[in-house]
């Protein structure tokens, strides 16, 4: 589980599942409900009339493909779930999905180095005498 790439736990009964909401999930949502961007599906969200039992078991089965594909929909919908607790967690698993992570000093850290002996070679500071140095006046 990498929380930088938006995987969020949720313990579901005895188990504990990994929820990731990435540009994927959020395609696959935005395509069954017909959306245009995001602002749609957080107005879908919030509105009263929301998403239905059907939908909710939809966005869940989403969000659990990345890290457990091999669940179907019909099986996440009879998993043993706390309706309590799995709207906060939808929606950080949301947030952590669709928001960078990774903090400024981490992302120093992962920059890749350049190889060595890439590029121009540096003079090592020894030359050579000039009496071996050839001129180009001829003599």
């Given at each position: 589980?990498?929380?930088?790439?938006?995987d969020t736990p949720i313990?579901?009964?005895?188990?504990?599942?990994?929820?990731?909401?990435?540009?994927?999930?959020?395609?696959?949502?935005?395509?069954?409900?017909?959306?245009?961007?995001?602002?749609?599906?957080?107005?879908?969200?919030?509105?009263?009339?929301?998403?239905?039992?059907?939908?909710?078991?939809?966005?869940?089965?989403?969000?659990?493909?990345?890290?457990?594909?091999?669940?179907?929909?019909?099986?996440?919908?009879?998993?043993?779930?706390?309706?309590?607790?799995?709207?906060?967690?939808?929606?950080?698993?949301?947030?952590?999905?669709?928001?960078?992570?990774?903090?400024?000093?981490?992302?120093?850290?992962?920059?890749?180095?350049?190889?060595?002996?890439?590029?121009?070679?540096?003079?090592?500071?020894?030359?050579?005498?000039?009496?071996?140095?050839?001129?180009?006046?001829?003599?």
């Amino acid at each position: 589980m990498n929380p930088h790439r938006g995987d969020t736990p949720i313990e579901v009964g005895e188990e504990i599942y990994t929820l990731c909401y990435d540009l994927n999930a959020c395609a696959m949502i935005m395509d069954k409900f017909d959306m245009e961007d995001f602002e749609d599906l957080a107005e879908k969200a919030l509105s009263e009339s929301g998403f239905d039992l059907r939908d909710f078991i939809f966005i869940i089965w989403v969000g659990m493909q990345r890290h457990h594909s091999d669940l179907k929909e019909h099986d996440v919908g009879g998993l043993e779930w706390d309706l309590n607790e799995i709207g906060p967690v939808i929606g950080e698993a949301f947030s952590k999905g669709l928001i960078r992570q990774t903090s400024p000093d981490i992302e120093k850290k992962v920059t890749r180095k350049k190889k060595p002996g890439a590029g121009r070679k540096r003079n090592s500071g020894r030359t050579k005498p000039a009496s071996s140095a050839q001129t180009s006046s001829g003599d």
